[in-house]
């Protein structure tokens, strides 16, 4: 009677295994096996991490095996499985792979096809047809869109962690979850101590240390000894965790009337105001976006403040960049001072405060969580909802949306929710931060998603303008290896651009991320239709960079750059002064968040740049999806080229007292998962 050796692999990690009994049906294009349990007498079968090996019995050979069929019951009480894989021997001698990585939940089945990927049209068969087809109708019904908030991306139809699908779930809680991370950073910072002065106001500048006694980093402390200087604001428009907002001035705008005269004293070249700006000298930061912004409110008690500031920036005859105006609103006039660095000390310093906690609400509210965190859920729910297990594109992505969805339902749920961390800690909070979501989206789009263009777009890319704009060069390297890792794998499955036409599940996918995802906005030009490889290697090029580079480079440098309080204030609580020569160090001190909300804002960026255990960084895919060694062959070039970046980048940050790491590839998580 012949037999099939099948090997069956449980997950490593210790909630993993199972006590189920386990079924598994081979399918053949010649017959199917019998339904048969998998079980050694006297053996705890289906540990964490265990391999365990049977033989299914069969009255003829199969043919070839085109599915595994697996299957659970409860032995005493249900628990879920995590299968990663199952390999077959035919009676013949040939080797099968079939991937699976994923839960078995209740005594639902799971149907895997063999590890090698499938465009939709190079299924022949009625059976793998019907297969694949009965897969993305489960997951329809599974991954469903919602719309958390009026004008948001859309966002998976969940309302707390545990109502998510079991394969997006945390692998384990304690490990990622943000609140519990937070919780732990109150706790190992000790700023609870500071609660009970909670609406009080520090004393000065070095009252702020004591809450960094605890825990500081080498540029959390370069941060606060030069927070003051001019050159330190430039560089961290530059380098800093909202990089993304510096502009060439090609034109000053009517709404901020600076004149030669103000800034001649900080232009070092001999020339007008006029000529530094077509000389290409001249840059801006522009906070347009909080105009009409309602800060937050939730405390009667304690008013906040917005301001939706503009700076003016200059390139020294040194290439450093450096602020010379900066105007405190949009709106031009006596009651809209432009401020100078030639003005009072403190009336300068508490402009700059002005600016940097404008920075600060931008950053977390549109850069961080819209630009990364929103836009990654869109893409990896279209990807559960259109693409089978099978298909390259979503053996590809699979591991850049990873526990996307699972942090995001919890941000939803304890974090930028009603009550949420927002409204306790920014100014943007209780209500704000989703008016903010609301407007940029009527200016996101999918050529905004693009690095190249982005950078482009705001002309500063050139390098030797901006010698030191590390971000972009370091962020260009990783665009351009991610890119060609893409193209390589694209071209491994697409023979032609017909064939990307002809695809009906990418073009499904395409179409689900632009009309439900984004609610077909005609503003935001995101493609329905693809008609060619290079069109699918950017689009997916997007994905990969926006979930792993893009988040990196403006997440994991929150308690560097944020943990000084006075440099990226969370909330203000004294109105943005009207007229100059009204600063001094009781007003700025007034004005910076008090006892309370600091503590908040320590524990949350201290929590939010945290790297888990067992991160998994760009270029790692231990679940081997893809089985076909052309694909593992690229995979392994994209590995060498993340390497190459990753030590240029280190020997470029060696004896640096500002190094920048945010887009060095060993740093790059794949996934925004924090």
Not at 14 to 20: A, L, Y
Request: aromatic fraction near 12%.
């Amino acid at each position: 009677m012949p037999s099939y050796a099948v090997t069956v692999t449980t997950g490593s990690q210790f909630v993993q295994g199972t006590n189920n009994y386990i079924y598994i049906t081979l399918v053949g294009t010649e017959g199917c096996s019998e339904r048969t349990l998998l079980d050694k007498a006297l053996y705890n079968d289906f540990k964490s991490g265990a391999v365990d090996s049977y033989d299914v019995m069969v009255e003829e050979d199969l043919g070839e095996i085109l599915l595994v069929k697996i299957e659970t019951k409860k032995y005493w009480v249900h628990d879920d499985w995590y299968c990663s894989y199952i390999t077959v021997m035919t009676p013949s001698g040939d080797y099968l792979e079939f991937p699976c990585f994923r839960w078995l939940v209740d005594d639902k089945e799971v149907v895997l096809r063999d590890g090698r990927a499938h465009l939709p049209q190079d299924d022949q068969t009625s059976l793998v047809k019907q297969h694949r087809q009965n897969e993305l109708d489960n997951r329809r019904k599974a991954y469903r869109w919602k719309e958390w908030q009026p004008g948001f991306p859309m966002s998976i139809d969940a309302d707390g962690h545990k109502d998510l699908p079991r394969d997006i779930q945390f692998d384990s809680e304690k490990e990622v979850d943000f609140v519990l991370n937070y919780s732990k950073a109150m706790k190992d910072l000790y700023v609870n101590q500071f609660m009970h002065r909670f609406q009080s106001s520090w004393s000065d500048f070095a009252d702020f240390e004591r809450i960094l006694e605890k825990k500081k980093t080498s540029i959390s402390e370069y941060v606060m000894q030069h927070w003051k200087e001019d050159l330190m604001f430039g560089y961290q428009i530059l380098n800093g965790c909202n990089p993304v907002m510096i502009q060439k001035c090609i034109k000053l705008p009517d709404k901020f009337p600076v004149t030669h005269e103000m800034v001649s004293v900080s232009l070092e070249r001999e020339l007008t105001l006029e000529q530094e700006i077509e000389a290409g000298n001249i840059y801006i930061v522009d906070y347009e976006l909080l105009e009409g912004i309602s800060p937050n409110s939730t405390d009667p008690s304690a008013l906040q403040y917005l301001a939706p500031t503009i700076c003016l920036l200059y390139k020294n005859t040194q290439n450093k960049i450096l602020p010379i105006a900066i105007q405190l609103g949009q709106t031009p006039g006596a009651d809209q001072p432009i401020f100078l660095p030639t003005d009072g000390q403190y009336d300068w310093l508490l402009a700059k405060i002005w600016v940097r906690s404008a920075d600060f609400q931008y950053h977390q509210t549109i850069t961080h969580l819209l630009r990364t965190h929103l836009m990654s859920e869109v893409f990896g729910v279209a990807m559960y909802r259109q693409l089978p297990a099978v298909h390259p594109v979503y053996k590809l992505l699979n591991s850049h949306v990873r526990f996307t969805m699972a942090i995001n339902t919890s941000a939803r749920e304890k974090l930028i929710c009603e009550h949420g961390l927002f409204d306790k800690a920014n100014a943007s909070g209780g209500g704000g931060h989703v008016q903010m979501i609301q407007k940029a989206m009527k200016s996101l789009t999918f050529r905004s998603l693009c690095f190249p263009d982005m950078i482009r777009a705001r002309g500063v890319d050139n390098k030797e303008e901006l010698p030191t704009y590390f971000y972009r060069d370091d962020g260009y390297r990783v665009w351009e290896a991610t890119k060609s890792f893409v193209s390589d794998v694209v071209h491994i499955y697409y023979t032609s651009d017909e064939t990307v036409q002809e695809d009906v599940e990418i073009q499904a996918f395409i179409k689900d991320v632009c009309s439900f995802g984004m609610q077909d906005l005609d503003h935001c030009e995101f493609p329905k239709f693809l008609k060619s490889r290079e069109e699918l290697i950017e689009y997916l090029t997007v994905i990969v960079f926006t979930a792993s580079a893009q988040h990196a480079a403006v997440n994991f440098g929150q308690y560097d750059w944020y943990s000084w309080i006075p440099n990226a204030p969370s909330t203000m609580r004294r109105p943005p002064p009207k007229k100059k020569g009204l600063a001094n160090v009781n007003l700025i001190m007034e004005s910076l968040p008090d006892c309370g909300r600091s503590s908040w804002h320590l524990g949350a960026v201290w929590a939010l740049s945290q790297y888990q255990e067992g991160e998994l960084y760009l270029g790692m895919y231990p679940d081997e999806h893809f089985i076909e060694k052309p694909v593992k062959a690229a995979l392994e070039t994209f590995r060498k080229q993340l390497a190459e970046i990753s030590s240029s980048i280190k020997k470029r940050n060696d004896g640096k007292k500002l190094p920048y790491y945010n887009m060095s590839p060993d740093q790059i998580p794949n996934s925004v998962a924090i």
